[in-house]
């Protein structure tokens, strides 16, 4: 099993920035694909980026430039740097972990908020 904790969330400006952090903890695997997904107020769920356990990213359009997800494979952590936040990234923000395409552990989320 694995568990995700999530941390970083909260309020801020137009313009302004936040760093969420996921701690994994469990049996983690070098396979194990790490993301973020945000699911907007009355929206569905959606992945914002991804990271490889070798570093390859991938990003959403809308936050590609301005988000970057970094992971410390000794730490089992990830990280989400959000720059240049707008209010349209408002949302509830989860830690995920992918294995094998076919198995999502989730975390319990962390809301971000960012006002005009």
């Known amino acids: 099993q694995v568990q995700l904790v999530e941390s970083g969330g909260g309020l801020v400006q137009a313009g302004g920035f936040l760093r969420l952090s996921c701690a994994a903890s469990?049996?983690?695997?070098?396979?194990?694909?790490m993301a973020w997904y945000r699911q907007p107020p009355g929206k569905a769920r959606e992945l914002v980026s991804s990271?490889?356990?070798?570093?390859?990213?991938w990003y959403e359009s809308s936050v590609n430039g301005r988000f970057t997800i970094s992971r410390d494979n000794a730490r089992n952590t990830v990280y989400l740097q959000m720059n240049n936040l707008k209010p349209e990234d408002t949302g509830v923000y989860y830690c995920?972990?992918?294995?094998?395409?076919?198995?999502?552990?989730w975390g319990q989320g962390t809301q971000v908020t960012v006002s005009s």
């Open positions: 995920n972990l992918g294995r094998q395409f076919t198995i999502n552990f």
């Open positions: 990271i490889t356990y070798g570093g390859t990213t």
């Open positions: 469990g049996s983690i695997l070098s396979t194990d694909v």
